[in-house]
């Protein structure tokens, strides 16, 4: 199965968190399955946080990121009857704002899920619910407005 950033074209496919042809990248993978989105990430211990055997909270809101603008663009595209990478001008959203609250410290070296919800979607602008799990507990909640990205002429 194609994850959602499979389908960016190459001159988006630079992104730190989730582009395929960054080699230095998080490589993160989204997908989107009926009305909601996921995505999974270890943490190896290099991404270490404050105090030991936690991640650090800018990898999280990294993944919180990637993960929101990935489930705006796919939601729009079923707002639009279309299919991913379906070769018509490509929709895209990047982050106009994201909000993050970590609730209780995240593991290292687990599998985490990463989830979306779309709350809206009006013209534009996309809201965004997100969650992050370790074993089944909620980690970090965010709420993240993606605006669609418009190519200056
Ligand atoms: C593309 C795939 C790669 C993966 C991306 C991974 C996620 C990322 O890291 S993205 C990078 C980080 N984000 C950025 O660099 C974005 C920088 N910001 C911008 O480019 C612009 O401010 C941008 C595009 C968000 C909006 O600018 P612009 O296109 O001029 O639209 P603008 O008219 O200002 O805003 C559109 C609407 O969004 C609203 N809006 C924009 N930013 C915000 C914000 N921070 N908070 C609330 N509302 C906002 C505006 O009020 C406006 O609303 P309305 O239509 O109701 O009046």
Do not use: W
Not at 42 to 70: E, I, K
């Amino acid at each position: 199965m194609h994850a959602i950033q499979d389908h960016y074209p190459a001159e988006f496919a630079h992104c730190y968190g989730c582009g395929s042809a960054n080699p230095h990248g998080l490589h993160l993978k989204s997908f989107i399955e009926g009305e909601r989105t996921h995505a999974r990430f270890t943490p190896a211990a290099m991404y270490s946080g404050g105090y030991p055997g936690n991640v650090y909270g800018g990898l999280l809101a990294s993944l919180l990121d990637c993960h929101g603008t990935a489930t705006a663009a796919a939601f729009a595209y079923r707002a639009q009857g279309r299919a991913l990478g379906d070769g018509g001008a490509p929709i895209r959203f990047v982050t106009g704002s994201l909000k993050v609250d970590y609730k209780r410290p995240t593991p290292l070296g687990i599998e985490l899920l990463i989830e979306g919800t779309l709350r809206s979607l009006e013209g534009r602008k996309a809201v965004i619910d997100l969650t992050l799990s370790a074993d089944g507990e909620v980690c970090v909640t965010g709420e993240m407005l993606a605006v669609q990205f418009v190519a200056k002429a």
